[in-house]
Nanobody
Framework: QVQLVESGGGLVQAGDSLRLSCAASGRTFSSVVMAWFRRTPEKEREFVAYISADGGTTTYADSVKGRFTISRDNAHNTGYLQMNSLKPEDTAVYYC???????????WGQGTQVTVSS
């Protein structure tokens, strides 16, 4: 099981960009799938993006498709979420999650707040 720490959140204006990072500890990061989720007072947890262990497969929620890009650097045990053209409705606490593909997400970060003002 890996330990995850997110960073990169903040307060931005609509249309701005942010890049979130997810630093993983442990030597198994390259063997786990990773995803980003977000939580708002209205939605308990919402899927944002997914990336396979080797980075070759990605999927996105319709609400962020074309604006967000998930990536990973297995050599540096870090995952990323590049967020462009941010909207006020993207305001949320963002979490990265990881785990073996056959088990699911058994590791979660503490979350990083993203606030987008209009």
């Amino acid at each position: 099981q890996v330990q995850l720490v997110e960073s990169g959140g903040g307060l931005v204006q609509a249309g701005d960009s942010l890049r979130l990072s997810c630093a993983a500890s442990g030597r198994t990061f390259s063997s786990v799938v990773m995803a980003w989720f977000r939580r708002t007072p209205e939605k308990e947890r919402e899927f944002v993006a997914y990336i396979s262990a080797d980075g070759g497969t990605t999927t996105y929620a319709d609400s962020v498709k074309g604006r967000f890009t998930i990536s990973r650097d297995n050599a540096h045990n870090t995952g990323y979420l590049q967020m462009n053209s941010l909207k006020p409705e993207d305001t949320a606490v963002y979490y990265c999650a990881a785990g073996p593909a056959h088990i699911g997400y058994n590791s979660w970060g503490q979350g990083t707040q993203v606030t987008v003002s209009s």
